[in-house]
């Protein structure tokens, strides 16, 4: 019986890894034009201790995605904060 339960937990942990395929950066670039940083809604972080290879911050600005140097982050959590408090929107026209 536990031999049962364990193989069915092992086919449904690996049906849920195998069909996920991580987007990882391969990359990342150290300076953005304020433009683009602007239009940054969200960011995630990336650690080279999962899946990928690298740390990174992954920027999403509209329907696009960016890979950026962890660095940026300290200043993405400012710029985040101050287009919440202030209301600004996520263009380049709003600075």
Same mark, same amino acid.
């Given at each position: ?21 991580? !987007?990882? *950066? ?7 034009? $304020?433009? @683009? /940083?602007? #239009? ?24 696009? !995605?960016? *890979? ?7 200043? $993405?959590? @400012? /710029?985040? #904060? ?14």
């Amino acid at each position: 019986m536990e031999l049962l339960v364990f193989g069915i937990l092992l086919s449904v942990t690996f049906s849920a890894v195998q069909g996920v395929t991580p !987007r990882c *950066c391969v990359e990342t670039i150290k300076r953005f034009p $304020l433009e @683009i /940083l602007m #239009k940054v809604s969200k960011y995630e972080v990336q650690t080279s201790h999962g899946a990928c290879a690298i740390d990174a911050l992954i920027l999403h600005a509209r329907d696009q !995605r960016y *890979c950026a140097t962890p660095k940026l982050q300290r200043f $993405l959590q @400012i /710029l985040l #904060k101050l287009k919440m408090r202030h209301g600004l929107k996520t263009t380049a026209s709003a600075v």
